[in-house]
DNA sequence: GTCTATAGGTGGATAGAC
DNA sequence: GTCTATCCACCTATAGAC
């Protein structure tokens, strides 16, 4: 049974996922959750404390589904391609990037939200330069340049083409990406 | 000597890519022409009429820019860097590309926009692929997959590069990834 | 083509009862 | 913790003078 708190976060972030932030508005909340719009403002007094709290709840469930990934699936190869899965599993929903949504407008965020995005893609890309990097070192995987500069290539298309793939409804153009990707690491 | 309209369009334009589309409004851009709201009302009856042709006049741009890469740059790893060299510009300004915001809020899009937006990606990964193609017959470039899922890649990566370069304020990051890129195709 | 003035609506936010 | 009621600022948009 999930907290009114915990829905209205999904549900926000559903919408931001889809529309943008500022294309929905706490009226768009309260009726998905048929309550009113003061019980949203009970939960999240403004809606940068409702972004603000959105963001943190993503960075840390991506952080929860990269552990999991790194304790339960072996090989570096499988780990990246359970990674792209989560990028999958948002397209199916039609949905793009929670942090790539906020980055397309970054220029109106205050400064704490915009470090929490930084933050979130540093997160991403060393973890990803770190799988990168034993998979380098046992064999498995094979490139060129550094961990880093590969997991930054890795993500940057992942978060572009995700944008793209839900732009014009190619889903099967994401998918030879995802190949794409995994075959330049080996 | 530029028009009233064109000046909005550009205004308009600067505040799409730094903040996104619905986080300006028409007081904004006559605050920074010093004109008056109704005056950008009188050319742009409604903000979907300048969202649409601001769009429009960006594909416009982007096939013109393409069109001159191709008759004055020889060479496909050139004219690829030339390319490049037009998100570089965009990153400088610290904004990201028109089309990528407007892409991040597409479920909010009426149809023909959304339509144009799919247009903007088709044009820009198709003139990609030819280069790509161009290159691999003469011998210049080198990949396995086809040119179509290479341009494909190289697009997202720029998008997705640009829009994490833009929020993480690395540029250095985006300097390697270009060179990743290109050293992919090499 | 640009202005003043204003309508009409929505969005975020608060007060106070229950 | 949720509700009703309401405020106020802002936004899109229009009417009509110049």
Chains 1, 2 share one sequence.
């Not at 933050?119 to 046992?138: I, R, Y």
Request: hydrophobic share 40%; with cysteine.
């Amino acid at each position: 049974m999930s907290s009114t708190k915990d829905l209205i976060l999904d549900s926000a972030q559903a919408l931001a996922q889809s529309r943008g932030f500022n294309a929905f508005s706490y009226a768009d909340i309260a009726e998905e959750l048929d309550i009113r719009k003061a019980s949203v403002h009970y939960h999240f007094p403004s809606k940068l404390d409702l972004e603000t709290e959105l963001l943190d709840r993503y960075r840390k469930n991506f952080i929860a589904e990269m552990a999991t990934i790194e304790s339960s699936t072996k090989g570096s190869t499988r780990q990246l391609q359970s990674y792209i899965q989560l990028y999958s599993n948002t397209l199916k929903c039609n949905k793009i990037c929670l942090a790539g949504m906020m980055a397309s407008d970054v220029g109106a965020l205050p400064d704490h939200l915009s470090h929490s995005l930084s933050a979130f893609f540093k997160e991403q890309t060393d973890w990803l330069a770190k799988v990168m990097s034993v998979g380098k070192s046992n064999g498995e995987l094979n490139f060129t340049g550094s961990a880093k500069s590969e997991a930054n290539v890795f993500l940057s298309a992942l978060q572009g083409g995700l944008l793209i793939a839900n732009a014009t409804g190619d889903e099967t153009g994401f998918k030879r990406l995802k190949t794409s990707l995994l075959a330049q690491l080996i």
